[in-house]
């Protein structure tokens, strides 16, 4: 995907998801921009959308459409595992996938982030950021999220992957070798859910994750749902665990009052379109 940079004088905020096609958003206003150690941080307000956060010009969160994303990364896991205690978020410096994982009766939930600028803009600007850190279930790293996993010490029921794209800081979160290192701090029933990229953009990639996931893990299944303001609208996610089949849980813990999430979500989404199918075969 190629990026547009923005600037506080710009009307428009465009991010070019193919070569010829993307999606734009009038700016209203544009609310923070900095450059930090890792990347471009900005955030927007747009008419339809509420704040727009991009990093080095790609969207990732908006008021309007987040909740796609963070209950689809979030519950499916939640809602297989029958005790989730302990559960680690790497990424997810927005915020959402922390607010959604505090709705089970988790013991403790990390959140580890590499980039300090983007807790401080998301605390600002998107309030649900600061009340999640505020619950005194939440811990925040400052850290690289394959270094913390190789120096801790816990071991973990669920772990949540909500890295951005295989570019900058979050392209050595999608490789064999964190995947590797990440099943040595998983419980032996533990589950692993990581986004996954675009359905139909990035087939060659879910292709490649598919041969050494799917050696890795004995259930290891990709599932999907709609993002609006996402390259192509429909999104991938791994579920990844050596014990729970995400299909054959006869209880699922759903926490009330969700927008997307609910039993037949579950069951629907992991439904495979032959297309890729064919391409993870
Ligand atoms: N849902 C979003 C998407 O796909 O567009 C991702 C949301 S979240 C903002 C991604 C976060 O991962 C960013 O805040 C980024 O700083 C963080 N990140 C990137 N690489 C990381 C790493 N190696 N360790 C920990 N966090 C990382």
């Known amino acids: 995907m190629k990026a547009q940079a923005l600037d506080s004088k710009r009307k428009e ?6 070569r010829s096609s993307g999606v734009f958003f009038k700016v209203k206003k544009v609310l923070y921009e900095k450059k930090s150690a890792f990347q471009k941080i900005e955030i927007i307000e747009n008419d339809f959308y509420g704040r727009v956060l991009f990093l080095d010009g790609l969207v990732q969160t908006t008021e309007k459409d987040e909740f796609f994303y963070h209950e689809m990364l979030v519950h499916p896991a939640l809602a297989c595992h029958s005790r989730p205690e302990k559960v680690m978020i790497i990424g ?32 600002k600007y998107f309030p649900w950021l600061d009340k999640a850190l505020s619950d005194p279930r939440a811990e925040l790293a400052i850290a690289d999220g394959f270094e913390f996993i190789q120096r801790t010490t816990e071991k973990f029921d ?15 979160l999608h490789a064999k070798d964190f995947y ?5 701090v998983l419980k032996p029933d533990g589950i692993i859910v990581a986004q996954a990229g675009s359905q139909l953009l990035h087939l060659e990639e879910h292709a490649q994750k598919a041969k050494f996931l799917k050696k890795m893990f004995r ?6 749902g ?24 006869k209880k699922l813990r759903i926490p009330a009052g969700l927008n997307y999430y609910n039993a ?10 032959a297309f890729f199918e064919q391409a993870i075969k």
Do not use: M, N
């Open 13 to 18: 905020a465009r991010e070019y998801q193919t």
């Open 92 to 123: 997810g410096g927005d915020g959402g996938a922390l607010r959604e994982v505090l709705k089970h009766p988790v013991k403790k939930a990390w959140l580890v982030e590499i980039d300090q600028e983007v807790i401080r803009a998301c605390e």
């Open 158 to 172: 669920v772990i949540i992957v909500d890295s951005s794209d295989p570019v900058g800081p979050s392209a050595i």
């Open 180 to 184: 590797q290192k990440l099943k040595k």
């Open 219 to 224: 259930f290891a299944r990709f599932y999907f």
């Open 226 to 249: 709609p993002v609006p303001t996402y390259p192509v609208g429909t999104w991938c996610y791994t579920f990844l665990s050596d014990r729970i089949d995400p299909l054959k849980i």
């Open 264 to 273: 037949e979500i579950h069951q629907a989404c992991f439904a495979t379109p």
